[in-house]
Nanobody, 124 residues
Framework: QVQLAESGGGLVQAGGSLRLSCAASARTFNNYYMGWFRQAPGKEREFVAG????????EVADSVKGRFTCSRDSAKNTVYLQMNSLKPEDTAVYYC?????????????????WGQGTQVTVSS
């Protein structure tokens, strides 16, 4: 079993930064891919960024490339999404998710575990 819990969301002005955290619980994450998704009002959930826990190889969606980065703290079993140069269109509920390696990281249906989500609101 894997349990995930996001935190760090809030209200920020355009151009500002936020750092989201995802506290993870599992026997081991060595075989998992950790992903961040977001869902804006009236829109479908979309992939934002993610990485292979073991290798640290990261992927970032084109919409946030150059602004968002993801990382981990293995000692704390925590993953992070650093969001810089935020735009109003980044407003969404952000979710931490985990899946095994055997499928594409871009599709939400491939993920087995999800956090509860944390709201990010960017004002102009």
């Amino acid at each position: 079993q894997v349990q995930l819990a996001e935190s760090g969301g809030g209200l920020v002005q355009a151009g500002g930064s936020l750092r989201l955290s995802c506290a993870a619980s599992a026997r081991t994450f060595n075989n998992y891919y950790m992903g961040w998704f977001r869902q804006a009002p009236g829109k479908e959930r979309e992939f934002v960024a993610g990485f292979y826990w073991s290798s640290g190889i990261t992927e970032v969606a084109d919409s946030v490339k150059g602004r968002f980065t993801c990382s981990r703290d293995s000692a704390k079993n925590t993953v992070y999404l650093q969001m810089n140069s935020l735009k109003p269109e980044d407003t969404a509920v952000y979710y931490c998710a985990a899946k095994l390696w055997a499928s594409s990281p871009y599709y939400e249906n491939n993920y087995n575990y999800w956090g509860q989500g944390t709201q990010v609101t960017v004002s102009s």
